[in-house]
C-alpha cells in the first residue's frame, strides 16, 4: 500500500465553484500533513499546513481525520489562478523530517 | 519564508556524462537536505536523505554509486548524477527544513533542475 494516495483527477471545476478532494495515508503514527500546491515544471510551494482541529485560509480549508487516515481540502469561489496540482504531503516518522508526497490532484478551473 | 536555490535550473548532456546539481539554503543552516526526482505526471519521489558532515541515506532501489552526494557545509548539498543515461532524465528537487522558522516540520523547496539526458 502506498504511503500517500490521491485521486489524480483532473478535476474540472467551473470558475467560481467549490472542490474537494482528499488522500489517505497508510501510517497511522504520521504527525504533520500539509497541502503544497505545485504548478506545472515548478517546484512544490507550501499552501497550507493541516491541523488536528481542521483550519482555514481564506478560500481554502483543511480538514483532518486521524481515525481514518485521511486529510481533505476544500477550495471555495474558485479562481483561475487556482489550476495547479495539490499534493497532500505526510511526515513519516515525527522529528527526521522525511516526507511522503502523494501524486496530486490536479485542478483545472474553467472559465 | 525561506529561500532555497538550486543550480543549474537546466541541464542537457550526453549519454555517459556526469551531472552535479547543487542546492544550497540562502538564509538559513541546514543539517540535512532532502533530494528528490520526479517523472512526468508522477509524484515526488525521495531520493536520499544528506547529512552535513556525515553519509547520506538513500531510500531503497536508489544506486549511491551513481547519485552521488555531499553535503559540505551546513548551506550546500550537491547532488552527481555519474554516468548519466536517457533513463536518468527528469526534475530533480532538493529541499530543506529550517528549524529555526518552522516547528511544523515545514520544508522549503528549491527550483529544481530539470535534466535531460541525450
Known amino acids: 500500500r502506498k504511503e500517500v494516495e490521491q485521486d489524480p483527477g483532473p478535476f474540472n471545476v467551473p470558475e467560481g465553484a467549490t472542490v474537494a478532494f482528499n488522500c489517505t495515508y497508510s501510517?497511522?503514527?504520521?504527525?504533520?500533513f500539509f497541502w503544497y500546491r505545485q504548478d506545472c515544471r515548478k517546484e512544490p510551494k507550501l499552501l497550507m499546513s493541516v491541523y488536528s482541529s481542521g483550519n482555514e485560509d481564506g478560500r481554502f480549508t483543511a480538514q483532518l481525520n486521524r481515525a481514518s487516515q485521511y486529510i481533505s481540502l476544500l477550495i471555495r469561489d474558485s479562481k483561475l489562478s487556482d489550476s495547479a496540482t495539490y499534493l497532500c504531503v505526510v511526515n513519516v516518522l515525527y522529528g527526521n523530517n522525511r516526507l511522503a508526497f502523494g501524486k496530486g490532484n490536479q485542478v483545472v478551473v474553467i472559465p | 519564508g525561506a529561500v532555497v536555490s538550486q543550480h543549474p535550473s537546466r541541464v542537457i548532456c550526453k549519454s555517459g556524462t556526469s551531472v552535479k546539481i547543487e542546492c544550497r539554503s540562502l538564509d538559513f543552516q541546514a543539517t540535512t537536505m532532502f533530494w528528490y526526482r520526479q517523472f512526468p505526471k508522477k509524484s515526488l519521489m525521495l531520493m536520499a536523505t544528506s547529512n552535513e558532515g556525515s553519509k547520506a541515506t538513500y531510500e531503497q532501489g536508489v544506486e549511491k554509486d551513481k547519485f552521488l552526494i555531499n553535503h559540505a557545509s551546513l548551506t550546500l548539498s550537491t547532488l552527481t548524477v555519474t554516468s548519466a543515461h536517457p533513463e536518468d532524465s527528469s526534475f530533480y528537487i532538493c529541499?530543506?527544513?529550517?528549524?529555526?522558522?518552522?516547528?511544523?516540520?515545514?520544508?522549503?523547496f528549491g527550483p529544481g533542475t530539470r535534466l535531460t539526458v541525450l
Open positions: 529541499s530543506a527544513p529550517d528549524g529555526e522558522r518552522s516547528s511544523y516540520n515545514e520544508q522549503f
Open positions: 501510517n497511522s503514527a504520521s504527525q504533520s
